[in-house]
């Protein structure tokens, strides 16, 4: 199969599991970092679980070698690219409702604030790519962000990842065992499926993608490639046009959702469009999430979902970074 169409393939699995699994709802997301619903954090265990067992599977049987996350720096210190770019989508989160994958949702959806939201992202992305050059020199003329720590929590401690894969097992089905009391405001009947079993669908289409195209799931970098072709069309350069690998799993993820929205499940997407978010806010909430994703290297996709499945330790750090900010945000707003 084509890469390009493989991209594409993998991209509408993976926007239909997170359509399944609601947690596009501006009102999910925000709800979260008030920490009055865990839907989201429930999704996104099942989600790393399954992803997890996946993802080794993959890497063991040398299907396809799953790389881990690497460390961000802008030369401060070791780890502060993922620090200040995951505080940065996680504050993006807290004002839009949207994250840098499910605002693809929300746009294919219909929602409002999503086509706000994803401007702002495309606009992240040109600020990203301006600013490069300036973080490159930075970090080079520093010379203080480099580490030479290994690159995985298994590594760091000397122990085989399957023993740690069996740990994060565990860890995960105690975290739902222990939130399954904390219902929020959503209940089973306005959600397709339960968070958890919408985790299991997100897993899933994990590895359905690592199947179609040798690697793990990421939206962030097609906000990257369409801010370089800006870039480029800006200073009269338009020979290159911006589809890529990304932006074309990306399309499918808009794709899978549109058909959701309007054809099969509309009334899903009508209560998703209840929450109003301003369109100011919306627009420097999304440039906020995609400068933060590229600085970080990865968002909620491939930090949160993709690599925590490979106990990259860059990604825990960037998702301990999103949660953190998030939280502080939603409870100074």
Known sequence: MPSLVSEYTAGTLFGAALFAARVF?????????????????????????????FVHLADSTKLAPMKPRTPQSIGFFPYDGNIIGGSMIGIGMALTG?????????????????????GGGILGGLLFVSTQPSITRSRESRGSGKTNSELTIPKSLGVSPWVVLAMWEIMCLGMLQLLSGFEGSMTAAQSLVSPVVGGLLIGTAQACAI????????????????????????????????????????AGIVSASALLARFLLPAAAAQASSHSVSRSTAVI????????????GGCT??????????????????????FAAGVLTAALR
């Open 285 to 296: 909430g999304g440039v906020a999430m995609a400068y933060g994703a590229r600085l970080a």
């Open 25 to 53: 709802a501006p009102s999910t997301i925000i709800a979260q970092m008030k920490l009055e619903d865990f839907t989201m954090v429930k999704a996104m265990l099942g989600a790393s679980a399954t992803s997890a067992l």
């Open 98 to 118: 949207a994250c840098p994958g499910t605002v693809f949702v929300q746009a294919g959806a219909g929602l409002p604030s999503g086509m706000y939201v994803l």
């Open 211 to 250: 199947a179609l195209t040798r690697h793990t799931i990421g939206t962030s970098s097609a906000f990257e490639d369409v801010g370089r072709w800006l870039r480029n069309v800006i200073s009269g350069d338009s020979s290159k046009g911006p589809i890529t690998a990304s932006v074309l799993f990306d």
């Open 301 to 322: 996709s491939g930090h949160g979902i993709s690599g925590l499945a490979t106990f990259s330790w860059a990604s825990l750090i960037s998702v301990a970074s999103m």
